[in-house]
């Protein structure tokens, strides 16, 4: 039987959302083993004179926990 875990964790990118989530996944591989999925919770931009300057999402990533 395996159990696993979700970590909560906050990316940024000030490309994309898109590349929030890819730098978020990549990140999170580096400190979490068995990485199986992940999914957006939440989004956001900020905003500087009526211009997107960073995308930010929230990722709740699932991962399997050793025996």
């Given at each position: 039987?395996?159990?696993?875990?979700?970590?909560?964790?906050?990316?940024?990118?000030?490309?994309?959302?898109?590349?929030?989530?890819?730098?978020?996944?990549?990140?999170?591989?580096?400190?979490?083993?068995?990485?199986?999925?992940?999914?957006?919770?939440?989004?956001?931009?900020?905003?500087?004179?009526?211009?997107?300057?960073?995308?930010?999402?929230?990722?709740?990533?699932?991962?399997?926990?050793n025996d």
């Open positions: 039987m395996a159990i696993a875990k979700v970590s909560e964790i906050i990316c940024s990118s000030d490309k994309s959302f898109d590349a929030a989530i890819k730098d978020g996944i990549q990140r999170a591989n580096k400190t979490l083993e068995n990485v199986k999925g992940a999914w957006v919770k939440d989004q956001k931009v900020l905003v500087e004179k009526g211009k997107i300057t960073e995308y930010r999402v929230i990722l709740r990533v699932t991962f399997v926990l």
